[in-house]
């Protein structure tokens, strides 16, 4: 009845209030840690936009390939939660399935995403688990027929994302003529783009160019240095500014001068203390800010954009 209404809290137990004020709180903290950010401090609210990475489903990787029903559920929790906070669009950062070229896992993956609102752009990535840890011409075309293609360009209003096959750079040599073809696109791709005032160029792929520093040894987890200084060489020379990646399992965070490697913790199963989540990344004409947001303090929304 009209005047009736009471928060709903009041009727728990004592402790179970607290913590339910508390995840409250914690919600709103990840927001406003997004949103006051200083790269943001005098942006006007009609510039933002926000949108959300998501990065190693997986499906099938929590009981090696024996079922994925855990890994679906994540997907599943991931993709009603985008829906519910409505951002202006959804990159998944590759290894989409555990098994490459799985039909049930691929199948189980388009099921799943397929669910996501239409008027929310998703934009889907591969990883070595789609295409095999040395792709091969084979291993692409087959991913290119599965999910689409492995390099392309996308453009939400002053963003584009330039999106890279991360396999080919940490190992090239059984595709050759596929790398090559990459890397002088994205040469073209970034000189293009770069003359366009007012475009934020961010690059979106699976492995890590980094961890921590920019010169840090090879290894499983990044791209080899002499790929490696190659590539960010080129990025800085066309004023690039963030490379968002996954892979890890886990959340890091490295510097390169002016530009920012954000390495996302994973849908799918995670690795030492990190828990299944996501990143908010908020837009505006000045930069980007984000945060890694566990499923258990997901936000009810995200702050209203006019």
């Given at each position: 009845?009209?005047?009736?209404?009471?928060h709903?809290?009041?009727?728990?137990?004592?402790?179970?209030?607290?913590?339910?004020?508390?995840?409250?709180?914690?919600?709103?903290?990840?927001?406003?840690a997004?949103?006051?950010?200083?790269?943001?401090?005098?942006?006007?609210?009609?510039?933002?936009?926000?949108?959300?990475?998501?990065?190693?489903?997986?499906?099938?990787?929590?009981?090696?390939?024996?079922?994925?029903?855990?890994?679906a559920?994540?997907?599943?929790?991931?993709?009603?939660?985008?829906?519910?906070?409505?951002?202006?669009?959804?990159?998944?950062?590759?290894?989409?399935?555990?098994k490459?070229?799985?039909?049930?896992?691929?199948?189980?993956?388009?099921?799943?995403?397929?669910?996501?609102?239409?008027?929310?752009?998703l934009?889907?990535l591969?990883?070595?688990?789609?295409?095999?840890?040395?792709?091969?011409p084979?291993?692409?075309?087959?991913?290119?027929?599965?999910?689409?293609?492995?390099?392309?360009?996308?453009?939400?209003?002053?963003?584009?994302?330039?999106?890279?096959?991360?396999?080919?750079?940490?190992?090239?040599?059984s595709?050759?003529?596929?790398?090559?073809?990459?890397?002088?696109?994205?040469?073209?791709?970034?000189?293009?783009?770069?003359?366009?005032?007012?475009?934020?160029?961010?690059?979106?792929?699976?492995?890590?160019?980094?961890?921590?520093?920019?010169?840090?040894?090879?290894?499983?987890?990044?791209?080899?240095?002499?790929i490696?200084?190659?590539?960010?060489?080129?990025?800085?020379?066309?004023?690039?500014?963030?490379?968002?990646?996954?892979?890890?399992?886990?959340?890091?965070?490295?510097?390169?001068?002016?530009?920012?490697?954000?390495?996302?913790?994973?849908?799918?199963?995670?690795?030492?203390?990190?828990?299944?989540?996501?990143?908010?990344?908020?837009?505006?004409?000045?930069?980007?800010?984000?945060?890694?947001?566990?499923?258990?303090?997901?936000?009810?929304?995200l702050?209203?954009?006019?």
């Amino acid at each position: 009845m009209p005047g009736s209404a009471h928060h709903p809290s009041r009727n728990l137990p004592k402790r179970k209030r607290g913590l339910m004020l508390k995840r409250i709180a914690v919600m709103a903290a990840a927001l406003a840690a997004v949103a006051a950010t200083s790269a943001w401090r005098g942006s006007q609210p009609a510039e933002r936009f926000y949108f959300i990475q998501l990065t190693d489903p997986q499906l099938g990787m929590y009981r090696a390939d024996s079922d994925f029903v855990q890994d679906a559920a994540n997907l599943e929790f991931a993709i009603a939660s985008v829906n519910r906070l409505h951002p202006a669009f959804v990159v998944i950062t590759g290894d989409l399935v555990n098994k490459p070229g799985d039909s049930a896992q691929v199948a189980a993956y388009h099921r799943i995403t397929g669910k996501l609102d239409r008027s929310i752009m998703l934009y889907s990535l591969p990883g070595n688990h789609d295409i095999g840890n040395i792709p091969t011409p084979a291993t692409i075309a087959r991913y290119r027929r599965q999910f689409g293609p492995d390099h392309y360009v996308f453009r939400s209003g002053a963003l584009a994302g330039v999106v890279l096959n991360s396999s080919l750079l940490q190992q090239p040599d059984s595709a050759p003529g596929e790398d090559a073809a990459q890397e002088k696109w994205l040469g073209d791709t970034l000189a293009a783009l770069s003359r366009e005032r007012g475009t934020q160029i961010v690059v979106f792929q699976h492995h890590p160019w980094f961890l921590a520093q920019p010169t840090e040894a090879n290894q499983y987890f990044n791209i080899p240095v002499e790929i490696r200084a190659r590539y960010l060489a080129l990025f800085k020379r066309y004023g690039v500014r963030y490379l968002f990646s996954g892979h890890y399992h886990q959340n890091a965070i490295g510097h390169d001068g002016p530009i920012e490697m954000i390495t996302t913790g994973p849908v799918g199963k995670p690795f030492g203390d990190t828990k299944s989540g996501m990143r908010i990344v908020m837009v505006t004409d000045s930069g980007l800010a984000h945060r890694y947001v566990e499923f258990g303090d997901l936000p009810n929304r995200l702050p209203v954009v006019k």
